[in-house]
């Protein structure tokens, strides 16, 4: 059964692709389903199989268009994985970044940019780049794991 949070995160995606005039295919409420529940980012290969797995049919072309749509509504973002792979999480609010496990894939945010100030100051003085944005992932073995 989802939580309170879980329900309630699937719903606003469900009245935000209304309010921008998207339908709200079968397709589309399975992956929004999967996703407001899950606890580390999917790839659309996990995303597709946990669907398949729980007994609904669904292509997986029907995957990557529903993934391109929250994507476009800034409700999901891509996270890049170590194998080169783009899974998919919940938009955050703010300014936050991933740490990631390399054998489960458990994500936890942490806040952003304080802390990394004088890393950007140095290098755009040293390349010349006037930096106006950044995104910061870094990989690791989390505890369960370890």
């Not at 397709?27 to 669907?51: C, G, M």
């Not at 496990?101 to 802390?115: A, I």
């Not at 930096?131 to 989390?142: A, N, R, S, T, V």
């Amino acid at each position: 059964m989802a939580n309170t949070s879980t329900a309630k995160r699937a719903e606003i995606w469900q009245e935000t692709l209304q309010e921008h005039g998207c339908r709200l295919t079968a397709a589309r409420q399975i992956v929004i389903n999967i996703l407001a529940a899950s606890e580390i980012a999917l790839t659309p290969q996990a995303i597709y199989d946990i669907a398949r797995r729980d007994g609904h049919s669904l292509g997986l072309a029907s995957v990557y268009r529903a993934l391109e749509i929250l994507a476009k509504l800034n409700l999901i973002q891509r996270v890049h994985q170590p194998g080169g792979c783009q899974a998919y999480w919940p938009t955050l609010v703010g300014h936050k970044h991933f740490i990631i496990c390399k054998k489960c894939g458990r994500m936890e945010v942490f806040e952003g940019q304080e802390d990394l100030t004088d890393i950007f100051q140095k290098i755009a003085k040293e390349s010349g780049y006037q930096i106006q944005e950044h995104w910061l992932q870094i990989y690791g073995i989390c505890k369960q794991c370890q």
